[in-house]
């Protein structure tokens, strides 16, 4: 099993992944797929189950917003090293619906070299891909010391006089 | 030039370190060879045929005498003496070792220069117009909105795992020089008839398999809205690209495939969401963006020189250097100088370390330390004194750098091709000599008047053969190497795509074939001042099929 990551330290994880062909059980923290919850169809067991969700990364997450929203956790997939596409889900997911619970990402591209970049768009803890050294990737959220995004706040208060003055060249 | 506060320099120098890290863990066997790929191109260093070659950024083409040294430095220590300057503003060095590519990457940081994005499915270098700030057609100075969109997306977490690159052209001038249709934004900086600033916005050109002449997005977005608006488009783009066939991945199809109407909506519904958040630029971060560039102290006496005129009369090679590499410019008694990098012998584009060093030098005494690369591979020196212009042409000419070619045949735009390339089908530089050989005759030239001839040895489309007035790509057939030529391509305001000939030219037949294509425009033409490309749009392919054929029909 993979290691579950935050910047600076390695955490327990406490939630269990169900498979789509497998009972729920009546209590403790599960990860269900998009499907199987869409399956279940609002017939959830009452009880003391909590219910964390992994979606695929082609969902529109702002178009089923009402469903996600009330989700402790939410775990974003990256199939492969080079797809993007959970990116945007993310930023849409913390900046657009102000989403409260844990943004996780898990998959292909979980990897030291793409951290901060999670890091950036709003993601809360890592599901490290097995071949990645947690040791490290804990540290790997510092290689760069700024950043010109996700806003402009930072441009701005540089550019102005008086802030940071251009170097020689 | 614009110049780097820390908080730039820092970045760069981070991602030194970083790059170096992660060549250090390739080389260990640490980092998967197919990861590493996708960590180098974003460094802009590609694997190809014979050694690794590193695409170094000009963002929109500036460069200053130091930074021009420091790649005249880079030539002479990483490569074999030379560096080639490529269609898109940057630089290509064809020979650097794998290991040394860190510490290429740090000689460049010290000259507030990088290699980020040249390369990768992630947005590339912004380019521009390279007479900026000098073109007399000019609204304004485009290169604070490059710079602003540099920075927004240098390292922009959300997207820097698109389906495919990601290109952005800017122009503000009546003359669209930097080919802003054929990129997958192009971004028109307007005044509207209420006298606002703002944007007209294509989305979705490009060369290349599928070539496309970008359609407009959105005719005015209002100045302060063109980062939020780049997002709204990025974002569409990244969840809605597809991944699944890398010819079929750039924005252009998703554009085509959704259609223009329901593209457009899309980006305005996310625009809509964004619009108002910090992405929207306000009064004074345009200002404060300006007043980090240079400005130049212009000699008010420049225009009463008058020895500018007396060598031109006084010496026909000047003159006719004069004629073909000289602009005008917006204060009196300067013009725009252009440095002609294709020159017998040469491969287009290319340029020594020695002669970076003597045009470095050039551009401090001449032209306030300031360089230029245009897009149809050649250099500028914006802003030089009419009295400066003689010397400074003895000096190019003694360096090689002064065909006067500029804007005619033999100033062809080219790539690589199959002599470095890994994806070429076919070599373009040694057509590019015989086509050279062929119009060597500078007086033939002046004849045939300005014409766009624009070579790629594959279909990626490098060279934009498919916007050239004669387009010729390179084709393999069976281990061969063949020719296809389209006829009436632009990329310019009239941007349109070439229309193919027929049959494609062997690599004997494809420099003749140049030839007959010019025979019939200098025989079919109404009048001297009737272009190449008007000509073509007015009389059609069949007479230039019928001589290009002839004999086959025979």
Redesign the interface.
Known sequence: MSALIRPGEVLDNRWIEIADDADLPASGQVILSWARWLSLDGQIPTGDLQIGLRLPNTLDVVAHASQLQSHPLLVLDFPSFADGRAYSQARLLKARLGYRGELRAAGQAVVRDQLQSLQNCGFDSYQLRGDQDPALCIGAFADFSASYQPNLLAMRKRLRPGSHAPLAQ | ?Y?????D???VD??V??FRD?TRRYLAGE?PA??FR??RLRNGLYVQRFAPMLRIAIPYGLL?S?QLRMLGHIARTYDKHYGHFTTRQNIQFNWPALERVPDILADLAS??MHAIQTSG?CIRNVTSDHLAGVAADELLDPRPYCELTR??A?????????PRKFKIAFSAAGGDRAAIRVHDIGVQIVRNDAGELGYTIYVGGGLGRTPIIGPMVREFLPEADL?SYFEAVL?VY??LGR?DNIYKARIKILVKETGLAAFRQMVEAEWE?IKD???R??P??LD??R??FDTFDYDPSAASDTSFDAHLAADSAFAAWARRNLQPHRVAGYKVAFVSLKAQGIAPGDMTDTQMDAVAELADRYAFGEVRVTHDQNLVLADVRQGDLYPLWQSLRDLGLATPNIGLLTDLICCPGLDFCSLANAGSIGVAQDIFDLFDNLDDQHDIGPIKVKMSGCMNGCGHHSVGHIGILGVDKKGEEWYQVTLGGSAENDASLGDRTGPSFSRDEIAPAVQKIIDVYLRMRNSEDETFLACYRRIGMAPFKAELYATEAA
């Open positions: 030039m110049r780097y506060d820390q908080y320099q820092t970045l981070e991602r370190i970083q992660q980092l197919d990861e996708a960590l200053s130091r000259v507030q499915n920075q927004w240098t390292f922009h977490p959300e997207f820097n795992w698109l980062l974002r990244n969840r991944r969401q958040s910090e992405l630029l306000q004074g971060d404060a963006m007043a980090r």
